[in-house]
């Protein structure tokens, strides 16, 4: 499964929302019913961290500005007002295995 | 709390091999399983692959079929990624993650280990 992010860049101003997304080159439904699209931040300097899981779950402690929406092979990770500490760059991963090639944050 | 504690960077020369290891603790290590991923300098994330504590399940990426072996020691909870015949372009922070199941959620990393690969 390959799964496409755009943009590569998203120049933000702080306070303003932002908006990525992530196709995936076939349906992520599982057999089980679920979808297991998960959105991870990954800060400067830091290990990757996961945000959102099951499209639109958000992780123990991941701020509520974050949300992810979708469905089958069309998803979005929203930011509603960015902040400083939201720099970094985002990645949609399927599962276990496929990742996106992620998408930098930066402040304007 | 979850922890996933990885071994300190290495230096290695071309043609060496490196083994990472993934020491866990606050859950059940047997129910669970362990991605490994990668990010080149300046690079994206990339997979490896994923090993079971669970039901012994294992899954190589294409690419590193015949260089990667990943192993479990249940007694230590501790996973383990190793590559052979390292070569230059192997330099990279190499992870791992947790997840119940190779279709499921990752969910906890560890904080990565450094692998650099130079004459």
């Known amino acids: 499964i390959v799964m496409t992010q755009t943009p590569l860049t998203s120049p933000v101003t702080l306070g303003q929302p932002a908006s990525i997304s992530c196709r995936s080159s076939e349906s992520l439904v599982h057999s089980d019913g679920n979808t297991y699209l998960s959105w991870i931040q990954q800060r400067p300097g830091q290990p990757p961290r996961l945000l959102i899981y099951k499209i639109s779950n958000r992780f123990s402690g991941v701020p509520d500005r974050f949300s992810g929406s979708g469905a089958e092979t069309d998803f979005t990770l929203k930011i509603s007002r960015v902040e400083a500490e939201d720099v970094g760059v985002y990645y949609c991963m399927q599962a276990t295995h496929s990742l996106g090639q992620g998408t930098r944050l930066e402040i304007e | 709390q979850v922890q996933l504690v990885q071994s300190g960077g290495e230096v290695k020369k071309p043609g060496a091999s490196v083994k990472v290891s993934c020491k866990t603790s606050g859950f059940r290590f047997n129910i669970y399983g362990f991605t490994w991923v990668r990010q080149a300098p300046g690079q994206g994330l990339e997979w490896i692959g994923w090993?079971?504590?669970?039901?012994?399940?294992?899954k190589y990426a294409q690419k590193f079929q015949d260089r990667v072996t990943m192993t479990i020691d249940t007694s230590t909870s501790t996973a383990y990624m190793e590559l052979r015949s390292l070569r230059s372009d192997d330099t990279a922070m190499y992870y791992c993650a947790r997840a119940a199941s190779v279709a499921g959620t990752t969910d906890y990393w560890g904080q990565g280990t450094l692998v650099t690969v130079s004459a």
């Open positions: 090993s079971s504590a669970y039901n012994g399940e294992i």
